[in-house]
């Protein structure tokens, strides 16, 4: 395989070990969908009151307790508590417009930690399952290809370009939520279902062109160049197609709502990762099990 996909696969990997490390050191800021708590989002029909003044006043309402408060659009704020009563509810809502005049409640969300444990264990079940037929479906389909390569090779391949691009969006949340105050949320899983399958989309399609040059033209050259031509072949799809994709999203994280900010971050930050993973991480993976089995 040729120099410039070593290093970007070494490159690949040292973004990996360190998204997992700051997993480690810093954890995950779990949102209220999965630790169970309650979300309120107002906005003031006067000047928005400063966060810490904010947090003041509704950790004096009886039953708060711990809350975090960040700011939503140019007049509105989102308080993220544990979980409350309709009592408390409404009580926060009145200390707040006694305090800093009229104010409009937008949303209400209360979760309970039973039901968002539940949801955890869904999110992660159903990460695992697609994981899982995303094997069986490249064994099948690339199953004429066992003569030169088993089609299970292929599906490790680009399962390793698949965890590699949920891993890179994890690590950078790990870390904004430890400075930012950022949290996962079932937001996050959408997205996170959503880069696994725009990857896997990216990493077939090169392993289609594999498959139609080995089939037309046989093995002639070393199997490494028959990859490295595949790749030619289809890069500058990936890339307009990658170059499309990034614009709307980057249009929605500067432009568009708080809501779904950090959802288009996420998917910003897996689509660019997933289309150079299908390139520099699951083609040099493919090159090197290829050698393996002949060897």
């Given at each position: 395989m040729?120099?410039?996909?070593?290093?970007?696969?070494y490159i690949?990997m040292?973004?990996t070990?360190?998204?997992?490390?700051?997993v480690i050191?810093?954890g995950?800021?779990l949102?209220?969908?999965?630790k169970?708590g309650?979300?309120?989002?107002v906005?003031f029909?006067?000047?928005?009151?400063?966060v810490?003044?904010l947090?003041?006043?509704v950790?004096?309402v009886?039953?708060?307790g711990?809350v975090?408060i960040?700011?939503?659009?140019?007049?509105?704020a989102?308080?993220?508590?544990?979980?409350i009563d309709e009592?408390?509810?409404?009580a926060?809502l009145?200390?707040?417009s006694?305090?800093?005049?009229?104010?409009?409640?937008?949303?209400f969300d209360?979760?309970?930690?039973t039901?968002g444990?539940?949801?955890?264990g869904?999110s992660?079940?159903?990460?695992i399952?697609?994981?899982?037929v995303v094997?069986?479906?490249?064994?099948?389909?690339f199953?004429?290809?066992s003569g030169?390569?088993s089609?299970?090779?292929m599906?490790f391949?680009?399962?390793?370009a698949?965890?590699h691009d949920?891993?890179?969006p994890i690590g950078?949340?790990?870390?904004l939520?430890h400075y930012?105050?950022?949290e996962?949320t079932?937001?996050?899983v959408?997205a996170?279902?959503t880069?696994l399958?725009?990857?896997i989309?990216?990493?077939?399609v090169?392993f289609d062109?594999?498959?139609?040059n080995?089939l037309?033209?046989g093995?002639k050259?070393?199997f490494?160049e028959v990859?490295h031509?595949?790749?030619?072949q289809?890069l500058?799809?990936?890339?307009n197609?990658?170059?499309?994709?990034l614009i709307?999203?980057?249009?929605?994280?500067?432009?568009?709502?708080?809501s779904i900010k950090?959802?288009?971050l996420?998917?910003m930050v897996g689509?660019?990762?997933g289309?150079?993973?299908s390139?520099?991480?699951a083609?040099?993976i493919?090159?090197?099990?290829s050698?393996r089995?002949?060897?």
């Amino acid at each position: 395989m040729k120099p410039v996909y070593k290093i970007f696969f070494y490159i690949s990997m040292a973004l990996t070990v360190m998204a997992v490390v700051l997993v480690i050191v810093f954890g995950l800021r779990l949102g209220v969908d999965f630790k169970g708590g309650s979300v309120l989002e107002v906005s003031f029909d006067s000047a928005r009151p400063s966060v810490q003044e904010l947090n003041d006043t509704v950790r004096e309402v009886a039953g708060v307790g711990d809350v975090n408060i960040s700011p939503a659009g140019d007049t509105g704020a989102l308080l993220r508590m544990g979980e409350i009563d309709e009592e408390t509810h409404q009580a926060v809502l009145q200390a707040v417009s006694a305090k800093y005049g009229e104010i409009t409640e937008n949303r209400f969300d209360s979760v309970g930690p039973t039901i968002g444990n539940e949801l955890r264990g869904k999110s992660i079940t159903a990460i695992i399952v697609l994981l899982l037929v995303v094997i069986i479906y490249i064994a099948i389909v690339f199953r004429k290809l066992s003569g030169v390569l088993s089609p299970w090779a292929m599906g490790f391949a680009a399962i390793a370009a698949l965890i590699h691009d949920v891993i890179v969006p994890i690590g950078l949340f790990a870390y904004l939520g430890h400075y930012f105050g950022v949290e996962i949320t079932a937001v996050f899983v959408a997205a996170a279902l959503t880069i696994l399958g725009y990857s896997i989309a990216d990493s077939v399609v090169i392993f289609d062109r594999v498959r139609e040059n080995i089939l037309r033209f046989g093995v002639k050259d070393k199997f490494a160049e028959v990859v490295h031509k595949s790749v030619l072949q289809t890069l500058v799809r990936s890339i307009n197609t990658t170059l499309t994709t990034l614009i709307p999203l980057a249009a929605i994280f500067f432009f568009g709502g708080d809501s779904i900010k950090y959802f288009a971050l996420a998917l910003m930050v897996g689509i660019f990762s997933g289309s150079y993973s299908s390139i520099f991480i699951a083609s040099p993976i493919l090159v090197w099990l290829s050698g393996r089995r002949h060897r």
